[in-house]
C-alpha cells in the first residue's frame, strides 16, 4: 500500500496516530489522579491546621476566661474588705438570715457601716450573699439600729458570678474571714481573706 511523499505508509501514520491518542488518554488519567491526590493532601492539611487553630483558639478562651474570674474574685474581696473595715458592727448568717452560732460559719454577712457628712451620721446595712451562684452586695438605710424589719432598701449589685462556695467566719468579735471558690468548666479558683472592723481597730 503507497503512502504519502517521502512519509510512512497510510497504514501506519493510522496506528501511530492511535497509539498517541491512547498515550494523551493515559497521561491524562494520570494527571487528574495526581490532581485528585493533591487535592486530597491540601484538605487533609487544612483540616489539621484548623483542628490546630480552633484548639488554640479554645485553649485562649480558656484561660481569658480563668484570668477574668480570677480578677472579678480578687476584685469582689477587696470590696468585702474595704466594707468591713468601714463596718461598725458584722453579724455571720446562715442561708435563712438567722445569726449563726458563735465559731460557726454561715453563708451571709451583714455589716453595719456609718456614713458621716455635714448633717450628722447615717447608718447603712451592706449585706453579702450567694445567689444563683452570683455573690451580691446589697444595701439598706438603716432607720433603726434595734430593728432590722424597718431597713429601708437601696441597691443590689451583682459582684462576682460563677461562685461554687461562699462562707463567711467571725473566729472573734470584730473579725471577719471569707472564703470564697469561683469556677466553670471544671477548673476552680479559691480566694480568702480577712479583716476587722472600725470598732477593731480603735476607731471608734
Known amino acids: 500500500m503507497g503512502g504519502g511523499k517521502g512519509g510512512l505508509p497510510i497504514i501506519h501514520r493510522y496506528q501511530q496516530q492511535i497509539a498517541i491518542k491512547k498515550l494523551l488518554k493515559c497521561q491524562q488519567g ?14 487533609a492539611i487544612s483540616s489539621t491546621l484548623m483542628a490546630v487553630y ?21 476584685e469582689a474581696g477587696q470590696l468585702m474588705v474595704k466594707d468591713i473595715k ?27 457601716v456609718p456614713l458621716i457628712d455635714d448633717k450628722g451620721i447615717e ?3 451592706v449585706c453579702y450573699y450567694m445567689q444563683n451562684n452570683t455573690l451580691y452586695r446589697e444595701r439598706f438605710k438603716l432607720n433603726d439600729k434595734r430593728n432590722s424589719g424597718d431597713d429601708q432598701f ?10 461554687i462556695e461562699l462562707s463567711f467566719f467571725s473566729p472573734q468579735y470584730g473579725v471577719v474571714e471569707y472564703h470564697m471558690i469561683a469556677g466553670e468548666n471544671g477548673r476552680s479558683f479559691a480566694s480568702m481573706g480577712k479583716a476587722s472592723t472600725r470598732v477593731h481597730y480603735g476607731l471608734e
Open 30 to 43: 494520570i494527571t487528574l489522579i495526581e490532581s485528585l491526590g493533591a487535592l486530597i493532601l491540601l484538605i
Open 123 to 125: 447608718y447603712q446595712v
Open 154 to 163: 437601696l441597691d443590689k449589685i451583682p459582684a462576682v458570678d460563677k461562685i
Open 54 to 74: 480552633w484548639g488554640a483558639g479554645s485553649s485562649l478562651n480558656q484561660i481569658n476566661n480563668i484570668s477574668e474570674m480570677q480578677y472579678a474574685s480578687r
Open 86 to 112: 468601714s463596718s461598725e458592727s458584722v453579724q455571720v448568717l446562715d442561708l435563712n438570715g438567722q445569726p449563726t452560732a458563735a465559731g460557726e460559719a454561715g453563708g451571709q454577712l451583714r455589716l453595719t
